[in-house]
């Protein structure tokens, strides 16, 4: 199921405002995972970066490709 297919609920207050969702544990699984990889992804911004070329080679090298 994707995230943007689901169908949220929300509960509202006497006024009508959303308040909070309910949301299919799928979902919320889904978007825990998508937040735990931004979250990586974040940590290792500053790390240094190796150009296609050179993980090729480096995978050629161990045999892996």
């Known amino acids: 199921m994707s995230v943007a297919g689901s169908h949220p609920q929300f509960i509202t207050d006497e006024a009508g405002h959303k308040t909070a969702v309910i949301l299919s544990l799928e979902t919320y699984r889904e978007l825990m995972e998508d937040l735990a990889d931004l979250a990586e992804v974040a ?10 070329d050179d993980v090729v080679s480096e995978l050629k090298a161990d045999g892996l490709i």
Not at 43 to 52: K, N, Q, Y
């Open 43 to 52: 940590e290792r911004r500053d790390e240094a970066t190796i150009s296609h």
